[in-house]
């Protein structure tokens, strides 16, 4: 499985191909699922491009993209969207228009709350397991462990020299992971280290202009398809 990551927290700055309107993102994912994206990562913005939890923004934002493409779709949780647990909570009780499912951090304070308001919803959780974060170590005595849709393993390191050594270490540190599928993926220099490491364990990956700008031979990938065709060239299996 490779799920796309649309835009993250991006912003104009960081290019044209970053969609960060509910048209831009819905065009977007069209795009990317027509290259072979089986599932949908969207950060929902507001108008001036803020990462945003808002019940008004996430709805705009998931009608838009699931009038374009059939697969599921997901949003994040991050704190940086809503500081306080307490508004998070509050924002995701409101949603009238629910993702498939949500990313939630295991590090972030608030987070297994967050992550049963979810389950109690019937949105599926992704588990963010980030590496040098104390998120494995807390989700692996999570009661919340099986009741997760997958562990999202996420290697926060940049070097593309290190990325992969970063990755095996953040496996280890899972362990059974409740028993639950895991996504493994990286992001800037790491990310194509990463995602290779992914496709010859077997294991589902992302790829999008969240993770990186760029494609494996370094040059701008033009938008988020671009990159999910990269991607499915590398086969499982490859250590190319």
């Known amino acids: ?30 795009e990317a699922v027509a290259a072979g994206a089986t599932e949908v990562h969207v950060h929902p913005k507001t108008p001036c491009g803020q990462d945003s939890l808002s019940p008004r923004v996430v ?19 991050g704190a940086w969207a809503a500081p306080e647990p307490a508004e998070r909570l509050a924002r995701v009780r409101g ?9 939630v951090n295991w590090h972030e304070p608030g ?9 109690d919803m019937g949105i599926g959780v992704e588990a963010g397991i980030w590496s040098g974060t104390d998120g494995a170590a807390r ?22 020299d290190t990325a992969e050594a970063s990755a095996r270490s953040l496996l280890s ?3 059974e992971a409740h028993d639950r599928p895991v996504l493994l993926h990286g992001e800037e220099g790491g990310a194509w280290p ?23 031979d370094g040059r701008r990938a033009s938008d988020n398809a671009e990159l999910v065709t990269a991607a499915l060239r590398i086969p499982s299996g490859s250590r190319g």
């Open 59 to 77: 709805a705009a934002t998931l009608e838009a993209i699931r009038a374009r493409v059939p697969v599921p779709v997901g949003v994040t949780t």
């Open 1 to 30: 499985m490779v799920q796309v990551c649309l835009n993250g927290p991006r912003g104009g700055a960081d290019g044209a191909g970053v969609p960060l309107s509910p048209e831009a993102m819905a065009e977007a994912a069209a």
């Open 194 to 216: 990463v995602l290779r490491l992914a496709r010859r364990l077997g294991l589902a990956t992302r790829i999008g202009l969240e993770d990186t700008l760029v494609l494996p």
């Open 95 to 103: 949603w009238s228009v629910p993702p498939d499912f949500a990313s």
């Open 139 to 160: 989700f692996a005595v999570s009661p919340l462990g099986p009741k997760v849709l997958r562990v999202l393993a996420e290697v926060t390191d940049p070097a593309p």
């Open 111 to 119: 987070a297994e709350e967050i992550a049963a308001q979810l389950i």
């Open 173 to 175: 540190g899972l362990g």
